[in-house]
């Protein structure tokens, strides 16, 4: 089993910074890709984040590419989610995910409870 736990978000003005942080515990994530999501009400969660178990490789959705920062530690057991320039339409529960390979469309078997992000205009 793995527990992952996000925190970080919050209340943000439009142009802000915020830094999520998603700690892992139980058996080990340091070997797999792990993801960041997001969620809206109505709208299904999506993989906008994902990092390969090295932290050598990172890959973004279009929407929030150049904006935002995925990375890992894996001596903390760790991944993060730097988000600059945030807008309003970014706001959404993130989760974090360990993902079962690495990129947008893979499936995921262990994530954890969510974090807020609210982004005010």
């Known amino acids: 089993q793995v527990q992952l736990v996000e925190s970080g978000g919050g209340l943000v003005q439009a142009g802000g910074s915020l830094r999520l942080s998603c700690a892992a515990s139980?058996?080990?994530?340091?070997?797999?890709?792990m993801g960041w999501l997001r969620q809206t009400p109505g709208k299904e969660r999506e993989i906008i984040a994902a990092?390969?178990?090295?932290?050598?490789?990172?890959t973004y959705t279009d929407s929030v590419k150049g904006r935002f920062t995925i990375s890992r530690d894996n001596a903390k057991n760790t991944v993060y989610l730097q988000m600059n320039s945030l807008k309003p339409e970014d706001t959404a529960v993130y989760y974090c995910?360990?993902?079962?390979?690495?990129?947008?469309?893979?499936?995921?078997?262990?994530w954890g409870q969510g974090t807020q992000v609210t982004v005010s205009s």
């Open positions: 995910a360990a993902l079962l390979g690495f990129g947008l469309d893979y499936a995921y078997r262990y």
């Open positions: 139980g058996r080990t994530t340091s070997a797999s890709a």
């Open positions: 990092i390969n178990w090295t932290g050598g490789m990172t």
